[in-house]
């Protein structure tokens, strides 16, 4: 087990370092001049000048990538062009509100995912059954924008339950700060629920036909002690694999969700950042992101071994 | 014999059709019950009803008595309460009858727990005597142990302590043994008789071997189309069958193709060029490092083998499970390298061969496998299907001589021309490994290799199969190498043969002479343990005999 983990964590860092050097070549090497980039073709010599000089364009790449990569070890990430406040605290704000958004959709939408793929497939072929594909066949099919812009109609323009959009921040207390993100959450939750509902309802039939449920059966076991003893727990581990896929597109969907619910987040930073061709916080932005992408990869395969022993060993 | 299981007068539907019709048999006591039959009779399907767990929308008639009450009648939470407690049963597939993310300490004790009121603790106390009571704790297995971690013998044995964990009135072992080899089906069955006179329970044992039930059953049953066609003391009604479909069965049984003896298979062949050479082969495969610092050594899997077949003959390859058997067969296909030693078809290695050379060689070679269906290209008419290896004939034959190819070598198996336009689901096993022959012989070859091509099928489509075998030999001088775990397959078809362990070749020579006096240790256990019709009715009647008298 531990063999397998410490495996599974060089691996990661690997590809970190991979990540940051393609993202480093894509953004400062290929197109030329990052300076001219930024500030666009009617820019100054002299405020070109500067900015090159503020960058360390004048340095050879592997330097200015060896000190990139270290500012992730020191905290210092250079500063950005456009707000002139140093990256590290324009993502530190940020994050405190995109991660716990990204973490409260994936619970969500696991917490909803499970038990309805285990109620529909305990149901198969029943009405209930059905009507669940039915309703996770539209989940698939709608936006989660056009879900946020229901949400917000009906939540918060109708109900006045929650606010419609803005982040008080985690200082106005636990509470409203979960109020605002609850909306979004489930924005982003729904889609991905419905694919992984769909995933848990196939993988738990497949379980249910296997050689050991009949025997477990044959040892005076309920159908119902069954399928939650036995047949769960085989039926997450292709679970857990999509369950890995999706914390990437929650990742990625937050970047229009921030913006449909007003949320200071990652997702509108790296917006605004990319409009602006503030690069600084553009790489710096998307390697953090890929490094939680990675971090989240790494505990899905450290779950694998704690639900199948057969990868224990590996 | 007053038994305290009986099924009377049972009836099964699944959606209307009907599968079992008017089944009744009784057990007693310490007593094993064979039921025979071929698949699809309805002896598993008798098995399920007992337990009542027969597939969705199957509907079940007539009276399942336990102790005089009557399984059919009783709720599903009752039947609950008797699976595993008073019914224990043992399945076919050790390797997926159990659950691979739970050990199999907690899969053994879940019945104790459930039926016993046992505390965990007491459990695992009783599970481990339950694992020394199958023989598991000699081979250290101990109840933490994944299934995984086990070989398919061990994994059986598994099932056979969860079956008996509570000690059950009947235990159902439905072919508990045809997945395994000979030398431990010889053991499990052991095992099993060992318990059930031990624990005096009673036993349904089910089986599409006659030789298996003829060695443990006191009476059977003979099964075909879900009706029982005759029943008896085991001795007693093997000696005098009375139902044809029973005496066609046996025939089939002890079927041995008739061959016949022609120029080809005569000692003069051994003056002829061989078809195949073999010298010194090794196949070894890579194991993952144990540690950072040390590589692991390779497996062995084919050492050092040599042999040569001729034109015509029939050689035998036998040897179990993880022998290396079938990596020899796929290093002789060319579809490996070897690691060592060489391969020479019509003097060419067939791995390294190209072009025209290599079109010569694989036209020469061809292959049956054991499970045709899945060789085959679903949605592949058998018209290409058998067609695909005429491939290495391109440029020499033109579409309309292909075609009468394929014609001739489908009609020369006992199919027809129509049948080119069929896909492979619309015929059964036994046609479909006429197909697969049929596409062997398309290219007209000189050797065919056959590997286990008969273990999938029932013994009266496999006594066709062998006579198909026999007769193309005789037709076409085709040499084969018959590769099987089934020493009576390879006693039927053969006229030498190689007994293979552990990557080596053991023991080589006429194939009567190899298994009615066999000389190497292994080849002497293999022979042992396999079972024989004759030998065990001739036992069987001693016991009987002893009983009445």
């Given at each position: 087990m531990l063999v397998h983990a410490a495996k599974r964590f060089a691996g990661l860092f690997a590809t970190l370092i991979v990540a940051t050097a393609v993202v480093f070549l894509v953004l400062e090497v290929v197109p030329g001049d990052p300076a001219q980039v930024m500030l666009g073709i009617n820019a100054q010599d002299d405020t070109l000048a500067a900015l090159r000089d503020q960058l360390g364009l004048d340095r050879p790449a592997w330097e200015r990538y060896a000190s990139w990569v270290a500012g992730f070890a020191t905290g210092d990430l250079g500063t950005s062009y456009?707000?002139?406040?140093?990256?590290?605290?324009?993502?530190?704000?940020?994050?405190?509100?995109?991660?716990?958004?990204?973490?409260?959709?994936?619970?969500?939408?696991?917490?909803?995912?499970?038990?309805?793929?285990?109620?529909?497939?305990?149901?198969?072929?029943?009405?209930?059954?059905?009507?669940?594909?039915?309703?996770?066949?539209?989940?698939?099919?709608?936006?989660?924008?056009?879900?946020?812009?229901?949400?917000?109609?009906?939540?918060?323009?109708?109900?006045?339950?929650?606010?419609?959009?803005?982040?008080?921040?985690?200082?106005?207390?636990?509470?409203?700060?979960?109020?605002?993100?609850l909306l979004p959450a489930i924005a982003l939750a729904l889609p991905q629920a419905a694919i992984l509902a769909r995933v848990m309802r196939s993988s738990l039939i497949d379980a249910l036909h296997e050689d050991y449920v009949r025997t477990a059966r044959a040892k005076g076991l309920t159908r119902r002690a069954v399928l939650w003893k036995h047949a769960v727990r085989n039926a997450l581990i292709p679970v857990l694999t999509i369950l890995g896929l999706q914390f990437s597109f929650l990742i990625a969907g937050t970047i229009i969700i921030e913006n449909v619910f007003y949320l200071p987040g990652l997702g509108r930073l790296i917006f605004q950042a990319i409009t602006?061709?503030?690069?600084?916080?553009?790489?710096?932005?998307?390697?953090l992101l890929v490094a939680c992408v990675i971090l989240v990869t790494f505990l899905v395969d450290l779950a694998y071994a704690l639900v199948d022993p057969r990868l224990r060993r590996r | 014999?007053?038994?305290?299981?009986?099924?009377?007068?049972?009836?099964?539907?699944?959606?209307?059709?009907?599968?079992?019709?008017?089944?009744?048999l009784e057990i007693g006591r310490g007593e094993i019950f064979g039921l025979v039959g071929e698949s699809g009779s309805g002896k598993s399907m008798t098995a399920l009803a007992a337990m009542q767990l027969l597939p969705h929308g199957a509907e079940a008639r007539g009276r399942i008595l336990l102790d005089g009450a009557d399984v059919l009648s009783v709720s599903e939470a009752a039947m609950c309460r008797l699976r595993g407690r008073r019914i224990g049963m043992v399945f076919q597939e050790p390797m997926t009858a159990l659950n691979p993310v739970k050990t199999i300490g907690q899969q053994i004790a879940e019945g104790l727990v459930l039926h016993m009121r046992m505390t965990r603790a007491q459990a695992m106390e009783r599970v481990r005597a339950l694992l020394d009571r199958v023989g598991l704790a000699r081979a250290r297995v101990t109840p933490e142990r994944f299934p995984h971690q086990l070989s398919g013998g061990q994994r059986q044995r598994v099932v056979i302590a969860m079956a008996i964990a509570c000690q059950p009135d009947l235990l159902i072992a439905d072919e508990p043994t045809t997945a395994l080899d000979v030398t431990i089906q010889a053991q499990i069955l052991a095992l099993i008789r060992e318990i059930v006179e031990a624990e005096k329970m009673g036993c349904l044992l089910i089986s599409h071997d006659l030789a298996v039930v003829a060695e443990m059953a006191d009476r059977v049953s003979i099964m075909k189309n879900g009706e029982i066609v005759e029943s008896g003391r085991t001795a007693a009604l093997f000696a005098n069958l009375s139902h044809p479909y029973s005496k066609a069965l046996?025939?089939?049984?002890?079927?041995?193709?008739?061959?016949?003896?022609?120029?080809?298979?005569?000692?003069?062949?051994?003056?002829?060029?061989?078809?195949?050479?073999?010298?010194?082969?090794?196949?070894?495969?890579?194991?993952p490092r144990a540690s950072l610092f040390a590589k692991s050594p390779p497996v062995v899997a084919v050492n050092r083998v040599s042999f040569d077949i001729r034109p015509g003959q029939s050689v035998g390859l036998v040897g179990e499970s993880g022998c290396g058997k079938s990596t020899l067969a796929r290093a002789l296909l060319g579809l490996e390298a070897p690691n060592g030693g060489a391969i020479s078809v019509l003097g060419q290695d067939p791995h390294s061969a190209r072009g025209a050379t290599r079109e010569v060689v694989h036209r020469a070679v061809q292959v049956v496998f054991q499970d045709?269906?899945?060789?085959?290209?679903?949605?592949?008419?058998?018209?290409?299907?058998?067609?695909?290896?005429?491939?290495?004939?391109?440029?020499?034959?033109?579409?309309?001589?292909?075609?009468?190819?394929?014609?001739?070598?489908?009609?020369?198996?006992?199919?027809?021309?129509?049948?080119?336009?069929?896909?492979?689901?619309?015929?059964?096993?036994?046609q479909r490994q006429r197909i697969?022959?049929?596409?062997?012989?398309?290219?007209?070859?000189?050797?065919?290799?056959?590997?286990?091509?008969?273990?999938?099928?029932?013994?009266?489509?496999?006594?066709?199969?062998?006579?198909?075998?026999?007769?193309?030999r005789a037709r076409h001088g085709l040499a084969y190498l018959f590769i099987s775990h089934d020493l009576s397959v390879v006693r039927a078809i053969t006229d030498d043969v190689m007994v293979m362990n552990g990557g080596r070749i053991v023991e080589r020579g006429r194939t009567a002479r190899v298994f009615d006096h066999p000389r190497h240790p292994y080849t002497r256990l293999l022979v042992a343990a396999a079972p024989r019709l004759e030998e065990a009715l001739a036992a069987r009647q001693r016991i009987e005999e002893a009983g009445t008298g």
């Open positions: 456009t707000y002139s406040v140093p990256v590290a605290d324009l993502v530190a704000a940020r994050i405190t509100v995109s991660l716990p958004l990204a973490l409260l959709a994936l619970a969500l939408s696991t917490a909803i995912a499970i038990p309805v793929g285990v109620y529909a497939a305990s149901k198969r072929g029943g009405w209930q059954d059905g009507g669940i594909m039915a309703l996770t066949q539209v989940g698939i099919a709608v936006p989660n924008f056009w879900f946020a812009m229901l949400l917000v109609f009906v939540f918060a323009v109708t109900l006045r339950l929650v606010p419609s959009g803005g982040f008080p921040g985690w200082e106005a207390g636990l509470w409203p700060a979960l109020k605002a993100l602006q061709r503030d690069l600084i916080v553009v790489k710096s932005v998307i390697v | 014999m007053s038994g305290f299981f009986a099924v009377e007068g049972l009836d099964v539907d699944i959606h209307g059709k009907p599968i079992l019709e008017g089944v009744s046996m025939a089939a049984s002890n079927h041995v193709p008739k061959r016949a003896k022609g120029p080809a298979h005569s000692p003069a062949n051994h003056g002829l060029q061989p078809i195949l050479s073999v010298r010194e082969l090794v196949r070894a495969y890579p194991q045709p269906y899945g060789s085959f290209n679903p949605r592949h008419r058998i018209g290409r299907v058998v067609a695909e290896p005429l491939y290495l004939l391109r440029g020499e034959i033109d579409a309309r001589e292909a075609r009468e190819r394929v014609a001739a070598a489908l009609t020369e198996v006992g199919l027809t021309e129509a049948d080119m336009a069929k896909y492979p689901h619309e015929f059964s096993g036994g697969a022959i049929a596409r062997a012989l398309v290219t007209r070859p000189k050797l065919i290799i056959a590997d286990e091509p008969v273990s999938a099928l029932d013994v009266s489509i496999r006594a066709q199969i062998l006579d198909l075998f026999a007769d193309l």
